[in-house]
């Protein structure tokens, strides 16, 4: 029993929030391509990430495991994009940090998806039968992955700009003058 649930019911739920971290965090990442904030799925991404690694230490195991690297270094990378994002809101340099840590820690779900997937899906199991897969096609596949990730993060450290949302302007008038106040500035017009 895991949190009051059996390991299958356990290993599902974690599953689900893991596929939620990847599925946002992939419409993240191309949002981030053309410099779009999305604020909301950005902290959906980021939260079901996070809960993913957490999640991921409490299945049973003995000893150090390549999952347990796996899931502290994806902690240490969102505890950075995290700070990035919020903390320093994406000022200067911590943009760019925001970008490769989020993105780093995308790529590191979507490394043990395809390992998940060769152990887990018979057609692929029987490209790649050993446990951890090793063959050729198990591969080729981690490589075009890691490539792919390689040249977005590449492109989405040169072009993330997010704008942030300027002030809304509101005008506030007197019924009896003809003097308006704007917030957004701090002028007053005659």
């Known amino acids: 029993m895991i949190l ?3 390991l299958a019911t356990f290993t599902m739920v974690h599953v689900f929030v893991s596929l939620i971290a990847i599925v946002t965090g992939l419409v993240v990442m191309f949002g981030m391509l053309s410099s779009r904030r999305m604020p909301g799925l950005t902290a959906i991404f980021l939260v079901f990430t996070i809960l993913t690694s957490v999640t991921g230490f409490m299945f049973p195991f003995s000893g150090v495991t390549p999952g347990i ?6 902690l240490v990378l969102l505890a950075i994009a995290c700070f990035a994002r919020y903390g320093t809101k994406l000022d200067g340099a911590w ?4 970008a490769l840590t989020a993105l780093a820690s995308l790529y590191l779900n979507m490394f ?3 390992i998940q997937s060769f152990l ?10 050993s446990a951890p ?30 704008v942030l949302a300027p002030e809304p302007v509101r005008k506030l008038s007197h019924p009896s003058t003809d003097k308006s106040i704007s917030f957004a500035d701090q002028s007053t017009e005659l």
């Open 69 to 74: 690297l796996i899931g502290i270094l994806s």
């Open 95 to 98: 943009r760019w940090i925001y």
């Open 133 to 162: 897969p090793a063959e050729p096609p198990f591969a080729v596949a981690q490589g075009i992955v890691l490539v792919f990730f390689v040249v977005v993060i590449i492109a989405v450290i040169r072009r993330y700009r997010p």
């Open 120 to 129: 887990k899906v018979p057609a692929l199991h029987a490209l790649a039968p």
């Open 112 to 114: 043990v998806l395809v």
């Open 4 to 6: 009051g649930m059996s």
